[in-house]
């Protein structure tokens, strides 16, 4: 049975915590390159469902369904209303939802960090141009913003697209998909069919991908 904290531990343990928070703000603010990495407890913070809640609905578990299950592109073709219904609910929820005060914190890391270390920044970004030739013509920073999350919110709230690596993608951008189908039949005829479709990006879907289904 959990007991609650003497009144000296908790001292402690708010000490300890104290220093912890100060050595993590030294290391931010003696960097030289920084590369922040957010999952869904970053955007739960602007009042948005974190994954594991965002199909947790009376309707959707009607259906056995939940998150993961309805981020399978085959309900593009199943059950377009389905498909379109749930990720329409998904991008006016990121769309209405106010951004909150952590985007500003991590922008004015970035701008200390970068006015605060010029030549660094100077040379990092002619070295990625070295080695790069995409990057000649983009801002190069050495500040990166790697997520998760899907809500676009680190762009809407003006990160160069350049420093953002979605994972999973984002629900502002349509990506280009073919489906395959391919039925073989006991009888050894073969049938192939191909649809090609337009769909939201989401976890299981990427800037180009194939899907193959074999049904026997």
Same mark, same amino acid.
């Given at each position: ?24 703000? @030294?290391?931010? @603010? ?27 609905? !009376? ?6 369904? @939940? ?15 389905? $498909? ?6 998904? $991008? ?49 920073? !050495? ?35 073919? $489906? ?37």
């Amino acid at each position: 049975m959990l007991q609650e904290p003497t009144l000296e531990n908790q001292i402690k343990g708010d000490a300890a915590l104290e220093n912890a928070l100060q050595q993590a703000a @030294d290391a931010i @603010d003696g960097a030289n390159v920084l590369i922040l990495s957010t999952g869904a407890g970053w955007s739960a913070d602007s009042g948005l469902k974190v994954y594991n809640d965002v199909a947790r609905t !009376p309707d959707y578990a009607a259906l056995n369904l @939940d998150y993961a299950k309805l981020c399978q592109p085959i309900w593009l073709t199943r059950d377009p209303a389905l $498909f379109y219904g749930f990720w329409g609910s998904c $991008f006016n929820d990121y769309r209405a939802a106010k951004l909150h005060q952590g985007y500003e914190i991590i922008q004015s890391w970035k701008h200390r960090m970068i006015a605060k270390n010029t030549e660094f920044c100077k040379s990092f970004a002619e070295t990625i141009r070295e080695v790069d030739t995409k990057e000649q013509q983009v801002p190069v920073t !050495p500040f990166f913003l790697y997520t998760s999350n899907v809500d676009a919110h680190f762009e809407r709230f003006g990160f160069l697209p350049e420093e953002i690596r979605e994972i999973h993608g984002n629900i502002e951008t349509w990506s280009l998909f073919l $489906f395959f189908s391919l039925s073989l039949s006991l009888s050894l005829s073969l049938s192939l069919s191909l649809s090609l479709s337009l769909s939201l990006s989401s976890s299981l879907l990427f800037d180009f991908c194939f899907y193959l289904l074999l049904l026997l």
